[in-house]
């Protein structure tokens, strides 16, 4: 698949850093070996992430220089930056009833449009604060991801400007609650012995709630019946999803954030 280039440059302008965004497309690939030269890879090829996936870009001048180039800086003035390849394939509303979306990063920023788009369909009348964490698949333990200070910090600061008490803000903070959203993994047909029969999630059945007994998710009796109560309300469809016992979990960010702010906390 072709590959862009997006992220953020640093550099410097008249003693200033200033910083840029990009987003170059199709700017590289990583080619696969001919098979010819890998009769073996149909059987299983454990690829070696510094030598095989390698980035070509140009035959002529460094990568470096292109985006300097583009960006219109001088190389002398390049300070710093943070960019990362990603696919350039668009995404695609597939199906032959228009149902599924077929897209790179579902995970998450399904969630976060999600989010976003239930602020906008809201109204104003209670208080709600909505959280984009960075980092989490590399741990979030960095300053604005889930393992950090930042939320708590930042709820506090609020509440000082309220002129809340620190005991009136503790009695805030035991008060809220959280959801932590992020994507589900729906039954495949072609691996359904990997989903419990009894707790699997289903595509266009309803919102799924993540369960695990080794608090693998934020999820707890008494934050699901919350949900649930809120879900019959509002006629909204609710799955739960446990995984099988020999199947072991991933996780999420909301155990991480339940306990850096002690919020009743669902996944």
Do not use: W
């Not at 510094?50 to 870009?57: E, G």
């Amino acid at each position: 698949r072709d590959l862009s280039l997006a992220g953020i440059v640093y550099f410097k302008k008249n003693e200033n850093i200033e910083s840029k965004l990009i987003n170059i497309e199709n700017i590289g690939i990583i080619p696969n070996l001919a098979i010819h030269l890998n009769r073996q890879i149909n059987e299983g090829f454990k690829y070696n992430a510094h030598d095989n996936l390698t980035v070509i870009s140009s035959t002529k001048k460094a990568i470096k220089d292109n985006i300097l180039e583009q960006l219109g800086i001088e190389c002398e003035n390049f300070l710093s930056c943070d960019l990362i390849f990603t696919e350039s394939q668009p995404s695609k509303i597939i199906g032959t009833e228009g149902e599924f979306l077929a897209s790179k990063n579902l995970d998450n920023k399904s969630g976060c449009h999600a989010i976003m788009n239930s602020y906008v369909h809201t109204s104003n009348d209670k208080n709600k604060i909505a959280v984009f964490f960075d980092n989490e698949e590399v741990g979030s333990l960095t300053s604005r991801g889930a393992d950090s200070n930042f939320l708590s910090e930042v709820l506090e600061r609020i509440d000082i400007a309220l002129d809340l008490t620190r005991e009136e803000h503790l009695i805030k903070t035991n008060k809220s609650f959280n959801i932590s959203i992020d994507s589900v993994h729906g039954i495949h047909p072609g691996y359904t012995s990997k989903h419990d029969p009894n707790y699997q999630a289903n595509l266009g059945k309803g919102v799924v709630v993540k369960n695990s007994a080794n608090f693998r998710y934020a999820t707890t009796s008494t934050g699901f019946a919350k949900l649930k109560n809120l879900a019959i309300k509002n006629n909204i469809k609710i799955q739960e999803i446990i995984m099988k016992a020999n199947v072991p979990s991933g996780t999420t960010i909301g155990p991480i954030s339940n306990a850096r702010t002690g919020i009743e906390t669902i996944d």
